[in-house]
């Protein structure tokens, strides 16, 4: 019996979505101080302000530490660093293209924020919450080490202790360090700008004693069917187990749902039935408000239910088949040089995927800021969301998978409840051998752990060395994921565009497949016959080719996310006519116009529409 017991809780818990330990989610829910707006820096390439002249780290109580105060106590003090409003950076914002002289900068930049807060009764609990810090962050308040993070696009908070905070003058500081190492995540070599800072917002979040720290309310599996009643399962953790005999209440006011559910323990499970819902779907997508209470906490939140699998050889979204008419996008808005992370930019990356016909979206290769997942929801765009396992990962280092598995864990925690979130992507153009295999697949068991609602996949690798008419894709790493997915760029490296015409692609994993890149350089407003490299004629004749041979794709494939939406930075990217620093890839140049290939492409996601809303 005891084993039996053990499978089912196994089986229940594979289900779920286990948040990290001390991830307060649903941020936007809470009552918090912005921290946002100008900080003063120090530029420290020699991280003089974290070590000694011997190279060994500063105590915390040493003076010269640049975490502790710049003013001097008396005019004998000797002080060698001072924050000044002279040298101000956005937050948040990539120091990058703040100054000119940051340009190509790589290195520890310390920032410095004071700030006021209004302290409440004993019992309230301070968290320090950062977006995204890239790479590194070490962060101390009034001269105390708050902790260290890694991983330079998901969320951390450090709890901050009550009596650590004064209602007046509180001296923040972060040493940001966006160095790139052969043992992070993403490792030294990658086809993007490294832009480094505190790169997405900051809030110092106030919640009680004891409260909510983190929920899933989603559809279970196959519970879309005729039945007017929907299947709902999640689970409600607070930051500690509450008193005997506490209760958890979900209601959803726009149902006139309302359900208690005794507390059992720091995690209660949910499993209820829920009336006459409305399923999120690309048409319709329909957010109802969740409100989730206890004795001693609430927050709410704007969720969309449906169910998302891959079936057979099709990927079904609420019980129907789905085509995904996809684009890549990096997160950055080029016209202005810089790391996306307002509402504003988050709207135009989608609304110009809208205008090219899309559904879907891969946010590549790292997640993209919240704002750009939460704007999905509401515009009913589906997502792929990924971490930058990327290239060549040092997949034998114990060391560098748990480094990625915490970046997978803060991805899905903060995005579990988004129902544009369709796939967790464990990494892209990862290079085939055994410890990479096995690296890859203890990412997807760790996704499915967290989360089995959604598909897994990751963007496989073509050798184009190996290329012939008839190309399979057979990574061993297909038998493990849900959406056999696969970057080929035939006509750009491998080619000219007419080898299309020859070529077709399959897969004997009898599982959906997709196309997650390609595509070809182009210059905004450079013409030329159609053979000439970087013109626009060029990558219209190779979207011609490409539409053609993807017009001949087995029925089981299911969609694509040509590469890119917009042109954006990259230092690999060196031709001085064409590139000059830049990935010419978009649709889009790097002023927001629409190159030759855009009406290709969209014509024939017009025709895809077409064709998949008939059934």
């Not at 043992?183 to 919640?207: H, Q, S």
């Not at 997942?373 to 990962?393: F, K, M, N, Q």
């Not at 979207?543 to 990259?570: C, H, N, T």
């Amino acid at each position: 019996m005891k084993k039996i017991l053990t499978v089912l809780l196994l089986l229940v818990c594979s289900t779920m979505t286990f948040a990290q330990d001390n991830l307060v989610s649903n941020t936007a829910a809470r009552t918090s101080l912005s921290l946002n707006g100008k900080w003063q820096y120090i530029v420290d390439p020699y991280e003089t302000g974290f070590y000694d002249y011997r190279y060994k780290e500063l105590k915390e109580t040493n003076k010269d530490a640049y975490w502790n105060t710049d003013v001097q106590a008396n005019r004998t003090e000797k002080k060698e660093h001072g924050y000044v409003d002279k040298y101000s950076l956005e937050v948040p914002g990539d120091w990058n293209h703040q100054q000119p002289e940051f340009l190509y900068y790589e290195g520890t930049v310390w920032y410095k924020k004071s700030f006021d807060i209004l302290k409440g009764n004993a019992d309230q609990r301070y968290f320090l919450y950062f977006g995204a810090v890239n790479y590194r962050a070490d962060v101390y308040l009034n001269g105390k080490k708050l902790g260290m993070h890694k991983g330079g696009f998901t969320p951390f908070n450090f709890e901050v202790p009550q009596e650590l905070l004064k209602e007046k003058d509180n001296f923040l500081v972060v040493k940001v360090d966006n160095k790139r190492h052969a043992d992070e995540v993403p490792t030294l070599n990658t086809d993007w700008w490294n832009y480094g800072g505190i790169t997405r917002e900051v809030k110092l979040i106030t919640v009680p004693g004891t409260f909510i720290q983190d929920f899933v309310v989603q559809l279970k599996k196959n519970s879309t069917g005729k039945a007017p009643d929907k299947e709902v399962q999640g689970w409600v953790k607070l930051n500690q187990a509450p008193a005997a005999g506490e209760t958890v209440t979900i209601e959803i006011p726009a149902l006139k749902f309302k359900k208690e559910i005794p507390a059992t323990g720091q995690t209660t499970v949910l499993n209820f039935k829920l009336p006459k819902v409305q399923l999120w779907s690309t048409g319709n997508p329909k957010l109802y408000q969740v409100i989730v209470r206890t004795k001693h906490d609430q927050t709410t939140d704007r969720i969309g239910f449906r169910t998302i699998e891959a079936h057979g050889t099709q990927v079904l979204l609420n019980g129907k088949p789905v085509f995904m008419r996809g684009i890549s996008i990096h997160g950055e808005i080029p016209q202005e040089m810089r790391r996306a992370y307002s509402e504003e930019d988050a709207a135009q990356l989608l609304h110009q995927s809208i205008e090219l016909g899309c559904n879907m979206v891969r946010l590549a290769h790292y997640p993209h800021d919240e704002k750009i997942t939460r704007l999905a929801d509401s515009l009913g765009i589906l997502v792929w969301s990924e971490i930058p396992v990327y290239w060549t990962i040092d997949f034998g280092n114990a060391e560098v998978l748990e480094k990625a598995k915490a970046q997978l864990t803060e991805m899905i925690t903060r995005d579990h409840n988004r129902a544009s979130v369709i796939i967790w992507s464990v990494g892209n153009e990862t290079p085939i051998s055994p410890e990479r295999t096995a690296f890859m697949h203890n990412l997807l068991i760790k996704a499915r752990e967290l989360d089995n609602t959604r598909m897994v996949s990751a963007a496989l690798e073509v050798n184009y060395s190996a290329l012939n008419d008839k190309n399979i894709i057979d990574d061993p790493l297909g038998e493990f994921v849900d959406l056999v997915a696969f970057n080929e760029y035939l006509g750009w490296y491998g080619g000219l565009p007419d080898k299309c015409r020859t070529t077709s692609w399959d897969t004997p994993y009898e599982k959906p497949l997709f196309i997650s890149e390609t595509g070809g350089d182009a210059k905004g407003g450079f013409h030329a016959d159609s053979l000439t490299r970087f013109s626009e004629e060029y990558q219209e004749w190779y979207y011609k080719e490409q539409i053609a041979m993807i017009k001949r794709m087995p029925a089981k494939f299911v969609g694509i996310s040509p590469w890119v939406l917009s042109d954006f930075r990259s230092p690999k990217r060196n031709n001085p006519l064409y590139q000059d620093g830049w990935n010419r890839k978009g649709f889009y140049d790097d002023k927001g116009n629409k190159k030759k290939s855009f009406f290709l492409m969209r014509a024939y996601y017009d025709e895809m529409k077409k064709k998949y809303d008939k059934k």
